[in-house]
């Protein structure tokens, strides 16, 4: 009997696992591998800024894709396998314009279309694994799965930045691109040959007659008006408002920096490429899992109020040493730091946000909390070129310090458990 996604716990982990690198390995190339090389052709930091920024633009819409997949679920190839499939063949054929652009630095308009519309196929991919990982992982799995699913993604965002970013220097996009076209096929092959329940068939149009789910879509109208109900709770709007703010210091920086460490300290592409797409991953990643335990430890409010003035002191702190700055030891040590902080950081807030969902429209919400941030991301990057023609760049990380210190003053006054005890478990 052909094995499918319901039976077979292990090639479920393997396909989900396969599908969070998918979408991690055109992030990491675009935010590191493209940016490196973009640097390195002499491109202004604006220009620069505005195309990484695009990245996060389709992601901050994402919550969009949440009720369409839910709506349209009756596919007789199963419920989210062709949302997946259709979102896959996106992403490579889009990447795979990339190589009609005949000079990347000269045609930033086309390159951006494409670096965008990639990323709207990306987030739709996002959105349906999520779902097709809800349907298939029962509760006592999902904590053991989402962790190797996420270490996955970092996996996937080190094969972009590193691995595929060290090509695109050294032989060009054509090898980049087409690498990465065909690493993407090869994981497509995993919801192309395995599907969810045996009644699924491999390909087939139109909807499923003899589907016994009893689970009926839900009103997109009602979902929203329960999503309104919930985020008319103080502490719901005021995490929406701290997550858009959160994240602009640390994508102005991861574009501002990079250009001054090149023009100004004498990296060449090489080593900045290492340094960001090589170590700065796996400290992402520690970061990440230490911010998850300490906010099951101490609580998640408490954990993102620690990670926040831990990365606001590494900014000054980056500031203030900037006698240090022409020890490629110190750089390196400082950037790893930031990193480390920015993954502990962002997964905090995750719990956070988690925690201030309201259970009726939890997933939806969370999910807006997670646009927000990719917006935050967006914005950062987007305002790069001003933030260097503004200040000095001692001045830059003293601004970074002073911003993201504000941010307590929203958090000060969002109450995690306020959503429930406002508007109950359930209604």
């Known amino acids: 009997m052909p094995k499918t996604l319901d039976r077979s716990p292990g090639i479920c982990i393997a396909t989900l696992c396969s599908l969070y690198a998918a979408q991690g390995m055109p992030d990491g190339f675009v935010r590191v591998g493209l940016k490196t090389y973009l640097i390195d052709q002499g491109v202004s930091t604006a220009a620069i800024g505005t195309t990484v920024a695009l990245v996060s633009w389709p992601w901050a819409l994402k919550w969009l894709w949440g009720p369409l997949v839910d709506r349209f679920q009756q596919s007789r190839m199963g419920r989210r396998r062709p949302w997946v499939l259709a979102a896959q063949a996106g992403i490579m054929l889009t ?20 670096i ?14 999520d779902a097709m990982a809800i349907d298939q992982l029962p509760p006592e799995r999902r904590g053991a799965a989402n962790g190797l699913m996420f270490g996955s993604s970092y996996a996937g965002s080190y094969v972009g930045s590193y691995v595929l970013g060290g090509l695109l220097l050294t032989s060009g996009i054509v090898a980049a691109v087409s690498l990465q076209v065909v690493v993407l096929f090869l ?25 016994k789910s009893d689970e009926d879509p839900s009103s997109v109208r009602h979902l ?22 959160s994240l602009f210091c640390t994508n102005a920086y991861l574009i501002v920096w990079p250009v001054y460490m090149k023009e100004k300290l004498g990296w060449s592409s090489s080593e900045y490429l290492a340094l960001e797409g090589g170590w700065s991953v796996w400290f992402g990643l520690t970061g990440s899992v230490v911010g998850g335990l300490i906010a099951s430890l101490l ?16 900014w000054i ?5 900037s006698a240090y700055w022409e020890d490629e030891t110190a750089v390196t040590c400082m950037f790893l730091l930031a990193t480390l902080l920015a993954g502990f950081f962002q997964v905090s807030m995750f719990s956070m946000f988690m925690e201030i969902a309201w259970p009726p429209v939890a997933a939806t919400q969370f999910t807006a909390y ?58």
């Open 95 to 114: 990447l795979f314009s990339i190589l009609c652009i005949p000079d990347l630095s000269a045609n930033l308009r086309a390159l951006s279309i494409a």
């Open 299 to 314: 609580g998640a409010k408490r954990s993102v109020m620690i990670a926040l003035l831990m990365l606001s002191g590494t």
């Open 370 to 427: 997670m646009a927000m941030l990719n917006l935050s991301n967006g914005i950062g990057a987007s305002l790069a070129g001003f933030v260097e023609s503004s200040f000095s760049m001692q001045d830059c990380f003293y601004v970074f310090g002073v911003l993201q210190m504000l941010g307590l003053v929203l958090l000060m006054f969002i109450d995690p458990k306020q959503t429930r005890t406002t508007l109950g478990e359930e209604s």
């Open 187 to 211: 994981i497509a092959l995993f919801p192309l040959l395995f599907r969810e329940k045996s009644a699924d068939r491999f390909f087939a149009l139109g909807t499923a007659t003899d589907d």
């Open 116 to 129: 965008l519309l990639a990323n709207v196929f990306a987030s739709l991919q996002d959105v349906a694994v």
């Open 317 to 321: 702190l980056h500031g203030a040493c």
């Open 224 to 245: 929203f008006g329960k999503l309104a109900k919930a985020f008319r709770v103080r502490s719901s709007w005021l995490a929406a408002l701290f997550a858009l703010s």
